[in-house]
């Protein structure tokens, strides 16, 4: 007897009610997509999807499905049939190979016309265990070394005692489509992965500002999509020209307020592009108070510019923690590589972190922003990552 089969356990899909399908579908989609390389047979019921080893090393099988977002939870499991003394053999063979001298029998009984109860599957397999095993074994109910879980369905008996943390969450393209501002530092490429995990797809933009920028940001940005590739595997990013614009804000607004009227660009010229796109909202890895343009004053002067929803995923989030999760998903040593963008290139050293919107909105009449916004919005160019690699826009999903 050997592990065979790979349940995966649903978290907050529970909770869906009548919906709960069209999200267990498209968790489906999405594991055949995570593992398709392998060509391994899946399928799903209302509690879980099975995906089927045959002869497959489950271990980067496991590694590929953990970074699946809507998944709780896996457990590697063998599937027996339902009478008492093949899931007590089978029992007694998978805890042989286990490491330890106690374990305790767990059972789950979906099938409740079967003749014995939880307890009586419990105790039934345990006694089987005591009496058969070739090595000496005590129950304990408490600390066990080793936990045997057994899963009584209608169609068959799983057994397992090895699980592995999911990365929760909903399952990708569950809850449409955002804009991400890309900036190349830490924070964006962590809002990214937690909009992920929530079931969103995303499309990037980054600003770009020749030639001010170099163009070694676009290899770093790219090489960071490689990475969130592994949760979403078709990722678009537009490069948008910033330089002209860029240069009017420094040559017509007064130092201090030059980051928040860039700030108020980018938004309209973000909005722009995820209207094109057909994207819901904007999202940002802006953390409140974190940076001058990040103070709540800062974001409300800025927010003036649209109505169309902006999502902020860091927006409590210490540094600390979103460090943490940068290094947790291989983004950080490509994020503090030292390629300024065009927020880093004209600094201003006192920024206002209070700015005043009549002001702004006076600054921002010195200059055609309008048409230059515009022209922004038209000049973006396409780069497209999938599955690690970059490739031509004709060639992309």
Do not use: W
């Not at 029992?91 to 939880?118: N, P």
């Not at 393209?173 to 490429?189: A, F, Q, R, W």
């Not at 503090?336 to 921002?364: N, R, S």
Request: hydrophobic share 35%.
């Amino acid at each position: 007897m050997k592990f065979d089969t790979v349940m995966i356990h649903f978290g907050e899909l529970s909770t869906k009610g009548a919906n709960r399908k069209l999200f267990i579908q498209q968790l489906l989609h999405n594991v055949r997509v995570a593992i398709k390389r392998y060509g391994l047979l899946t399928k799903a019921d209302r509690d879980h999807i099975y995906v089927y080893l045959g002869e497959e090393d489950p271990t980067p099988i496991l590694e590929r499905l953990r970074e699946v977002s809507g998944i709780q939870r896996l457990s590697l499991v063998a599937k027996t049939g339902k009478d008492i003394g093949e899931i007590g053999a089978a029992a007694l063979s998978l805890i042989e190979k286990e490491a330890g001298s106690t374990f305790k029998i767990e059972t789950k009984r979906a099938d409740k016309k079967y003749e014995l109860d939880s307890y009586g599957i419990s105790r039934a397999v345990a006694t089987h265990v005591l009496k058969n095993s070739s090595k000496p074994l005590s129950v304990d109910l408490h600390h066990p070394d080793i936990l045997l879980k057994v899963n009584l369905r209608e169609e068959a008996c799983y057994l397992s005692c090895k699980e592995y943390p999911g990365l929760g969450g909903y399952p990708l393209g569950m809850n449409g489509k955002v804009t991400m501002l890309l900036s190349g530092g830490i924070d964006s490429p962590v809002a990214a992965y937690a909009l992920l995990r929530r079931g969103i797809k995303v499309e990037c933009l980054h600003f770009a500002s020749p030639p001010y920028t170099s163009e070694a940001v676009i290899d770093k940005l790219t090489r960071i999509l490689r990475q969130l590739n592994d949760y979403q595997s078709d990722i678009r990013l537009d490069i948008v020209p910033f330089t002209k614009l860029q240069e009017a804000i420094y040559q017509n607004v007064p130092e201090p307020y030059c980051i928040t009227i860039m700030r108020r660009m980018m938004v309209r010229i973000a909005v722009g592009i995820a209207k094109k796109r057909h994207s819901l909202a904007l999202a940002t890895g802006e953390s409140i108070g974190q940076v001058a343009s990040q103070t709540l004053e800062s974001i409300d002067v800025i927010n003036e510019v649209t109505n169309f929803p902006i999502l902020r995923p860091l927006c409590t989030e210490d540094k600390v923690t979103i460090i943490d999760t940068a290094k947790r998903i291989g983004t950080y040593d490509i994020s503090i590589e030292p390629y300024e963008d065009c927020c880093t290139i004209f600094k201003p050293k006192a920024p206002k972190t209070k700015p005043h919107l009549d002001e702004c909105q006076e600054y921002e009449t010195r200059f055609d922003y309008a048409s230059m916004v515009e022209e922004a919005v038209e000049g973006t160019t396409p780069i497209f990552v999938s599955e690690g690699e970059v490739v031509e826009p004709s060639k992309s999903k």
